[in-house]
């Protein structure tokens, strides 16, 4: 049986001002196409759930692309050369200065394009009530959307609404913690083992080495050999607690770093001191930041802070390099 002949279609949806169109795929082939049109996002929910009811073949999976009008896209310059996820929630905590507003709050994506030696910011939004509409028409449809995307730009750029945001986050987390889980337990199950099969083969050597009436000292070297082993065995679990606890401290350095502030690097010892360095508008605001937010111990600058010109637009940040932990006697 030819299973991509038998696989249920995907139903796209282009959605316009006032229109919507519809079509049902499977394998790149259209077996089902329609259109209709709307005037508010409640007639747009009942519009999407009729579309979805009308292929002969059930879809399961959903796919909308927003033409413009409704979507809204721009090409930022002179952006803080920051990670994509701390890209995305500067444009969404900015979309009043970079999108217009109609009174209803913005669903806002934006990602890093290069441009020719450098970079700039594709940023898509839309009016959160239309993509509400749209997943409330496909959940009463029982449809899962799979995308909502802007006309023309790359596909990592997701609009989808807030609480859809938030409920994938958490599945990802949720996906996250079993994996995280099941990795301590085999870690654990190993070392048990491990040290179930040292001890084996330490009664076993000790045995033999008694019925043999070996010398003391070859006794003396296997058990230090032994001793030599369990230490690798706990020095692996302890450091597996340090790492834990210099992810955390990492967690906490970049919760209270300013927007406009980045890591380039991060070092963390054994005794809980390390040095963190990175570019910033201010160092001193930075530092501040940590300070204020308890996130690392005793922390403070060291060195010369040395400025220079950074991104797109040339503007000045100070590199800075915070030590923290104990000081040096």
Not at 127 to 147: M, Q, R, S
Not at 223 to 243: N, Y
Not at 263 to 275: A, E, K, P, Q
């Amino acid at each position: 049986m030819n299973h991509t002949l038998t696989r249920a279609p995907v139903l796209h949806l282009t959605v316009g001002d006032s229109i919507v169109r519809a079509r049902a795929m499977r394998a790149d082939v259209a077996v089902w196409a329609g259109e209709a049109t709307y005037e508010s996002p409640d007639e747009l929910a009942e519009v999407v759930a009729r579309l979805a009811a009308a292929p002969d073949e059930r879809c399961r999976r959903l796919r909308v692309t927003l033409e413009r009008p409704p979507a809204q896209i721009r090409t930022l310059t002179d952006l803080p050369p920051v990670r994509d996820r701390e890209l995305a929630a500067l444009v969404a905590n900015h979309a009043g200065r970079f999108f217009r507003r109609n009174g209803a709050g913005l669903v806002t994506d934006a990602t890093w394009v290069p441009n020719g030696a450098g970079r700039v910011t594709h940023a898509a939004a839309v009016e959160e009530p239309l993509v509400l509409a749209i997943v409330a028409g496909a959940a009463e449809a029982g449809l899962t959307v799979e995308a909502i995307t802007a006309a023309g730009m790359s596909p990592q750029l997701q609009l989808l609404p807030t609480g859809e945001r938030a409920v994938r986050a958490w599945a990802r987390r949720r996906t996250m913690m079993r994996l995280a889980v099941a990795a301590c337990a085999a870690w654990f199950v190993a070392a048990g083992l491990l040290a179930a099969r040292l001890v084996i083969e330490r009664r076993s050597v000790e045995a033999q080495l008694a019925a043999a009436d070996a010398p003391l000292a070859a006794l003396r070297d296997v058990r230090r050999e032994m001793r030599t082993a369990e230490a690798m065995v706990f020095g692996l679990a302890e450091a597996r607690r340090s790492r834990g606890q210099a992810l955390a401290t990492l967690a906490r350095v970049n919760s209270v770093l300013p927007d406009s502030a980045v890591l380039t690097s991060y070092t963390w010892r054994s005794d809980g001191s390390g040095v963190v360095a990175g570019a910033g508008r201010r160092a001193a605001d930075v530092l501040a930041a940590v300070e204020r937010g308890r996130a690392l111990a005793n922390p403070r600058l060291e060195g010369a802070v040395v400025r220079e010109a950074l991104g797109v637009g040339g503007h000045e940040w100070e590199r800075f390099t915070i030590v923290f932990g104990a000081r040096a006697p």
